[in-house]
């Protein structure tokens, strides 16, 4: 069964805050992504990833970087954290059309 | 660009009836897209309900079917019979795949709250 594992899986932090987001999946994937979700907006792509030292940008990449570590390792990074990043953040891992979903981090920025 | 409609917000349905979730695509990449519904239960991230990677083909699992329209470019969500545990969010998502140097990502419609009623 494929594992995408998401760290922390809720995080609260201030205005201007700097806080990493974690993935590690254990399929041997190519691809990475991040997404948030937001209520009436379904699930949007921030940054994607085919492979360690590869970074791609998605749709809503303001605000974000990301990097690729290693073949496992995905990070989500927010420098500068606002209160309009305040969301559910998900990592997905895939190949061949099959994506699998981490459980998801939800963010709060107060 | 790529996008997804489906039925918006809440959906409420009495358990044994029948449900639709209506979704309609666009894809300027790609004439014929790779379909999807995911479900995101409580707490659990999105799992694929459902995939038709071939137009006028239908999908099936855990008693729910799509069909990819190509004509109507349409790919509702059907049941004949819900139960309670179908309660979740469903999400309709296009992908237009690797092989178009697109990767797997996905471009999702807002989603669907089913609520199913004792």
């Known amino acids: 069964e494929a594992a995408v594992t998401q760290s922390p899986r809720n995080k609260v932090t201030v205005t201007g805050g700097n806080v990493t987001l974690s993935c590690r999946q254990t399929n041997s994937h190519n691809y990475m992504y991040w997404y948030r979700q937001d209520t009436g907006h379904g699930l949007r792509l921030i940054h994607y990833?085919?492979?360690?030292?590869?970074?791609q940008i998605g749709d809503v990449p303001d605000g974000y970087k990301a990097t690729r570590t290693t073949q496992e390792d995905f990070f989500l990074l927010l420098e500068l954290a606002s209160p309009s990043q305040t969301s559910l953040y998900f990592c997905?891992?895939?190949?061949?059309?099959?994506?699998?979903f981490g459980k998801g981090t939800r963010l709060t920025v107060v | 660009g790529d996008s997804v409609t489906q039925t918006e917000g809440q959906v409420t349905v009495s358990e044994s009836k029948s449900l639709i979730i209506n979704c309609t695509y666009s894809a300027t990449s790609i004439a014929y897209p790779n379909l999807f519904w995911y479900v995101r239960y409580p707490g659990e991230g999105l799992q694929l309900l459902l995939k038709v990677i071939t137009a006028g083909q239908k999908g099936s699992s855990r008693g729910f079917e799509a069909t990819y329209n190509k004509e109507t470019t349409s790919f509702h969500l059907q049941k004949a019979s819900v139960q309670e545990s179908d309660s979740a969010v469903y999400y309709c998502?296009?992908?237009?795949?690797?092989?178009?140097?697109?990767?797997?990502?996905?471009?999702f419609g807002k989603g669907t709250q089913l609520i199913i009623q004792p």
């Open positions: 990833s085919y492979g360690a030292g590869n970074l």
């Open positions: 997905a891992s895939s190949w061949n059309t099959e994506v699998f």
């Open positions: 998502a296009l992908s237009v795949g690797v092989n178009t140097g697109g990767a797997d990502r996905l471009t």
